[in-house]
């Protein structure tokens, strides 16, 4: 790190004494609308000149390299229209030109009434019109225009994107077909570590969505951008300073239609300027409370001697309180018209309090084996299986409060500068950013009893069903254990960079740079068990024991689901584990040991391109990139005949060499043509690559990692043609293709004998395919089409192919994540007061996970959610607003081979808000 430290200060001192060398004249200011707010990607060209550029974030723009003279300055803005100005350049000074856009500079074929809605749209098309490479920009107020509370839920509306749900909300995100570890997320152009333990997954719901002001998803890198991004890069941009006093905030309550408990949200944001300008100050906070739940079902197949048949069968009930609360900081300052520097940082905190009871009859392949089902009825019939009840919590007090919590924390800090030598600009950032997830003080009772009469009914696989033929047997069945288990992973990440831009001509800029990405990441669980020192006195089944029925005749899965009787959390909670008197512990490090591991990751980048304006119309940026990654790990591997743990250890270290060509042609002036030739690659999961092997003798699973997978690279290559509306609108549509090397997947078989653990196993680990293709089309339209009405539609479709897969050569398998379609549309009427809107978001069923053969693969079914808001401006300040998500009960659904054929299906219903929105400013 001191190392690379040393090289960024040197080349810093060096530009800046060499920095008046290349004295020429410089054009600065900033594009704002007429409340006071800056507009990012705007349009700013010197008239019958090369000399152009683009407003950034802030609305500001610098021209640099200008000869001195007398200029007439033009900024273009869809849904403004144009502006001019006259400018005298003096060589060796800067000139300071700002620009006040508003509507009546359209013609009045092109004029309609701007809302806050429409406003946000302009913004994020115009940026993404200008922007050199293929984008996809969300503004704040777009986001708002949907009922979406994490950043998850509002990526899912944008093309190509795909969301994988876990409670209901939006998680992992998939870019056109590419699974979440195939795509990188940043935080205002800086990666966001990740609190999972076992991947580099980003956690999106992690994020609340009224925290960002736009999101950017880059679906072809830059040479200037970090490389891992095959699927696409999706940079998250949090609030800036604003240009005068500004207040907005949000309250809001709901219910959640699972659960039937209130859903609370707050937010606030507080920004200014100070100093005569100079100081840039904004403040944002969200809280949301949300009491819910899930009514989940889960199956495991397999080929019996007699058919298809059931090996095991869930019935769990989930009641999950969620606290999502996050706050933002960002200054800027102006120490002069060439020199700027800012200091933010943002702190996201999600706990999650959770109990589950989960009813498993496992077992069950030893009936089928024998056929033991009459004939008469195949599908309905009377076994024997292993049944078992088991109910997970916390320690009683404190934060937990007898519930699991998962507590989970991101938080990152950048410091950084800009700064304008004449024709040299630079910009330099430092951060640190951190990933948490703590589960303190764990807890699960079982209790379970072997050959109980079950019946199964297969009548429908759809909704298979197996649990107790006599549903009172279940307050006999017998206590199994009590475990505790305390867990903790964090990841760190040490980010520096360093940008210059240097134009060589009127009509070309040399970009180039230096990147250091230092990571580390741990993970350190525990595991012990505990059985009481007087049974009988201890209760020895759940009816003799503190229960409780969580059969619910509403289950929303279906009533024939009933879960039956629990012990309580408040019993699990309130047992004193630590009295030795009590009860008997016995540490198990195997549970727990495997799957702890320490990786250290660094990545050193060097980059260069040239930005060229062949023409008025032509345009193309031609770089390369360079990437070094260096990591080392160290875990464990448990011997199970000696039953001791030993330490295992390995290190990686390659080089990318990755080039890049983007090509604009704006055919006229709202006619854009695109076309981007880009090498991407992404590093597997620190935790695959450990030789760990995790082995569960009660689920009879073994997972093993592979130190020897390589890194996945991909050569992409995209078109994209865009047409803008001045009215405010675009029609696109595209195409891309990726072909894929040394893609990571895992696999899973089944009945798999390791000499080692066992026989009969279910057996995953990581793997490196041979080849993947990838190819798909885009289209898109968003336009207010009659008096306020609008109608926003994109549509997209994905193909795949791969090779080198273990034990699948003969078969015509994709890649896992690739959803063939998906599709959004949403209807909207505004008025200067009223808002309505409906949306629709549709992803078809994909592979998620493959097995040893065909059917055994897992797939993630398809999913429609329906969601509406509306609003109401009180007075322009002050608006109403009602919102619902999930009208359509989607449920998350995965299945075994074939469509038919259940693997898990969880129930959320649906929710609503209602609140009041404000925004208040000079």
Same mark, same amino acid.
């Given at each position: 790190m001191k190392k690379h430290l040393r090289l960024f200060s040197s080349l810093l001192l060096f530009f800046l004494l060499a920095g008046n060398a290349w004295a020429q004249g410089v054009l600065k200011g900033r594009v704002i609308d007429a409340e006071n707010l800056s507009l990012p990607g705007a349009n700013v060209v010197l008239t019958g000149t090369n000399y152009g550029t683009i407003s950034d974030q802030k609305g500001d723009f610098s021209i640099s390299n200008l000869p001195e003279g007398s200029y007439e300055v033009s900024v273009s803005y869809l849904g403004y229209g144009q502006l001019s100005q006259p400018v005298e350049i003096q060589t060796g000074r800067t000139t300071t030109l700002n620009f006040r856009m508003?509507?009546?500079?359209?013609?009045?074929?092109?004029?309609?009434?701007?809302?806050?809605?429409?406003?946000?749209?302009?913004?994020?098309?115009?940026?993404?019109?200008?922007?050199?490479?293929?984008?996809?920009?969300?503004?704040?107020?777009?986001? $708002?225009?949907?009922?979406?509370?994490?950043?998850?839920?509002?990526?899912?509306?944008?093309?190509?994107?795909?969301?994988?749900?876990?409670? $209901?909300?939006?998680?992992?995100?998939? %870019?056109?077909?590419?699974?979440?570890? *195939?795509?990188?997320?940043?935080?205002?152009?800086?990666? %966001?570590?990740?609190?999972? #333990?076992?991947?580099? +997954? %980003?956690?999106?719901?992690?994020?609340?969505?009224?925290?960002?002001? =736009?999101?950017?998803?880059?679906?072809?890198?830059?040479?200037?951008m970090d490389a891992d991004a095959i699927g696409g890069s999706v940079n998250l941009v949090t609030r800036q300073a604003p240009n005068n006093l500004r207040?907005?905030?949000?309250?809001?309550? @709901?219910?959640?239609?699972?659960?039937?408990?209130?859903?609370? =949200?707050?937010?606030?944001?507080?920004?200014?300027?100070?100093?005569?300008?100079?100081? #840039?100050?904004?403040?944002?906070?969200? !809280?949301?409370?949300?009491?819910? #739940?899930?009514?989940?079902?889960?199956?495991?197949?397999?080929?019996?001697?007699?058919?298809?048949?059931?090996?095991?069968?869930?019935?769990?009930?989930?009641?999950?309180?969620?606290?999502?609360?996050?706050? +933002?900081?960002?200054?800027?300052?102006?120490?002069?018209?060439?020199?700027?520097?800012?200091?933010?940082?943002?702190?996201?905190?999600?706990?999650?309090?959770?109990?589950?009871?989960?009813?498993?009859?496992?077992?069950?392949d030893d009936s089928f084996d024998d056929g033991d089902f009459t004939e008469s009825a195949p599908n309905v019939f009377q076994t024997k299986g292993r049944v078992q009840y088991q109910t997970k919590g916390g320690i009683d007090g404190g934060r937990v409060g007898n519930r699991r919590l998962e507590d989970q924390r991101v938080y990152n800090m950048s410091l950084g500068g800009n700064h304008l030598f004449n024709r040299l600009k630079m910009d330099w950032s430092a951060t640190y950013a951190r990933a948490s997830e703590e589960r303190p003080n764990e807890r699960y009772i079982s209790y379970r009893s072997s050959n109980q009469d079950v019946f199964v009914d297969l009548t429908n696989p759809e909704f298979p069903n197996v649990n107790l033929s006599n549903p009172q047997?279940?307050?006999?069945?017998?206590?199994?254990?009590?475990?505790?288990?305390?867990?903790?992973?964090?990841?760190?990440?040490?980010?520096?960079?360093?940008?210059?831009?240097?134009?060589? /001509?009127?009509? @070309?800029?040399?970009?180039?740079?230096?990147?250091?990405?230092?990571?580390?990441?741990?993970?350190?669980n525990d595991f012990f068990e505990f059985e009481p020192v007087d049974e009988d006195s201890f209760g020895a089944s759940i009816g003799s024991v503190p229960n409780r029925d969580y059969s619910d005749p509403n289950y929303l899965a279906?009533?024939?689901?009933?879960? @039956? !009787?629990?012990?309580?959390?408040?019993?699990?909670?309130?047992?004193?584990?630590?009295?030795?008197?009590?009860?008997?512990?016995?540490? *198990?490090?195997?549970?727990?040991?495997?799957?702890?591991? =320490?990786?250290?990751?660094?990545? /050193?980048?060097?980059?260069?391109?040239?930005?060229?304006?062949?023409?008025?119309?032509?345009?193309?940026?031609?770089?390369?990139?360079?990437?070094?990654?260096?990591?080392?790990?160290?875990?464990?591997?448990? +011997?199970?005949?000696?039953?001791?743990?030993?330490?295992?250890?390995?290190?990686?270290?390659?080089?990318?060499? *990755?080039? $890049?060509?983007?090509?604009?042609?704006?055919?006229?002036? +709202?006619?854009?043509?695109?076309?981007?030739?880009?090498?991407t690659i992404a590093r597997?999961?620190?935790?695959?690559?450990?030789?760990?092997?995790?082995?569960?003798?009660?689920?009879?699973?073994?997972?093993? $990692?592979?130190?020897?997978?390589?890194?996945? =690279?991909?050569?992409?290559?995209?078109?994209?043609?865009?047409? !803008?509306?001045?009215?405010?609108? %675009?029609?696109?549509? #595209?195409?891309?293709?990726?072909?894929?090397?040394?893609?990571?997947?895992?696999?899973?078989?089944?009945?798999?004998?390791?000499?080692?653990?066992?026989?009969?196993?279910e057996y995953s680990r990581p793997e490196n395919g041979g080849t993947a293709s990838v190819y798909g089309l885009e289209?898109?339209?968003?336009?207010?089409?009659?008096?306020?009405?609008?109608?926003?539609?994109?549509?997209?479709?994905?193909?795949?192919?791969?090779?080198?897969?273990?034990?699948?050569?003969?078969?015509?398998?994709?890649?896992?994540?690739?959803?063939?379609?998906?599709?959004?549309?949403s209807l909207s009427y505004e008025t200067d007061k009223l808002v309505l809107r409906l949306a629709l978001n549709y992803a078809s069923d994909y592979l998620d996970e493959l097995g040893g053969e065909g059917f055994e693969d897992r797939y993630y079914d398809r999913q429609v959610f329906l969601d509406a808001n509306a609003s109401y401006a009180i007075t322009p300040k002050w608006r109403l607003f009602a919102e619902g998500n999930n009208l359509t009960n989607q449920p998350l659904r995965y299945y075994q081979g074939i469509r038919s054929r259940t693997m898990q299906m969880e129930y959320y219903n649906a929710r609503f808000n209602f609140g009041l929105k404000f925004d208040l400013f000079e």
């Open positions: 508003d509507q009546t500079a359209l013609d009045a074929a092109e004029f309609i009434v701007f809302g806050d809605r429409l406003k946000g749209q302009a913004k994020a098309l115009n940026q993404q019109k200008n922007n050199a490479n293929i984008t996809n920009i969300v503004s704040s107020d777009q986001i $708002g225009r949907f009922p979406d509370a994490n950043v998850g839920d509002a990526l899912k509306r944008i093309p190509g994107i795909t969301m994988q749900n876990d409670q $209901g909300e939006a998680r992992d995100i998939i %870019i056109r077909g590419m699974a979440p570890q *195939l795509n990188s997320v940043t935080l205002n152009g800086e990666r %966001i570590p990740s609190a999972e #333990g076992d991947n580099r +997954n %980003i956690q999106m719901d992690l994020i609340p969505s009224d925290m960002i002001q =736009t999101i950017e998803v880059n679906k072809a890198v830059l040479p200037s207040i907005s905030g949000t309250a809001a309550s @709901g219910i959640n239609l699972l659960s039937n408990k209130p859903i609370w =949200t707050g937010g606030l944001v507080l920004g200014d300027r100070f100093l005569d300008d100079k100081l #840039g100050m904004i403040l944002s906070g969200s !809280y949301n409370n949300h009491n819910f #739940g899930s009514d989940n079902v889960e199956a495991v197949w397999y080929n019996s001697d007699n058919g298809v048949a059931l090996e095991e069968f869930d019935i769990r009930k989930y009641l999950v309180q969620r606290v999502r609360r996050s706050i +933002n900081l960002a200054t800027d300052f102006r120490i002069n018209d060439n020199n700027q520097l800012f200091l933010s940082g943002m702190y996201n905190h999600r706990d999650d309090w959770e109990n589950r009871f989960r009813m498993r009859v496992g077992r069950l047997d279940n307050l006999g069945i017998g206590f199994q254990e009590i475990s505790e288990e305390n867990q903790f992973t964090f990841d760190r990440d040490l980010n520096a960079r360093l940008d210059f831009k240097l134009p060589y /001509t009127d009509k @070309g800029i040399l970009q180039f740079g230096l990147r250091y990405r230092g990571k580390r990441k741990e993970r350190q279906g009533s024939q689901y009933q879960a @039956g !009787y629990f012990a309580t959390p408040e019993f699990l909670g309130g047992l004193n584990l630590g009295n030795s008197s009590l009860f008997d512990g016995t540490d *198990l490090p195997e549970e727990y040991a495997p799957g702890n591991y =320490t990786a250290n990751e660094n990545i /050193t980048a060097a980059y260069a391109m040239a930005d060229h304006q062949f023409s008025e119309r032509f345009s193309a940026i031609a770089g390369l990139r360079v990437e070094n990654t260096a990591i080392d790990y160290r875990g464990n591997s448990f +011997n199970i005949d000696e039953e001791t743990i030993s330490p295992t250890a390995g290190e990686q270290n390659y080089t990318n060499v *990755l080039p $890049g060509l983007h090509l604009k042609y704006d055919a006229d002036a +709202n006619t854009v043509l695109r076309f981007a030739w880009t090498n597997p999961n620190y935790f695959d690559l450990v030789p760990y092997a995790e082995f569960s003798p009660d689920d009879e699973e073994l997972a093993r $990692g592979n130190p020897n997978l390589r890194a996945t =690279t991909s050569m992409n290559f995209d078109f994209m043609a865009e047409r !803008y509306y001045s009215s405010v609108g %675009i029609l696109s549509a #595209g195409a891309f293709y990726k072909d894929i090397d040394d893609f990571i997947y895992t696999i899973t078989t089944q009945g798999y004998n390791d000499p080692v653990f066992g026989s009969n196993l289209a898109s339209f968003q336009r207010q089409i009659w008096r306020g009405l609008g109608i926003y539609l994109n549509y997209t479709y994905t193909r795949s192919s791969t090779t080198g897969i273990e034990g699948r050569d003969n078969d015509d398998l994709v890649l896992p994540g690739t959803a063939e379609n998906m599709f959004n549309a």
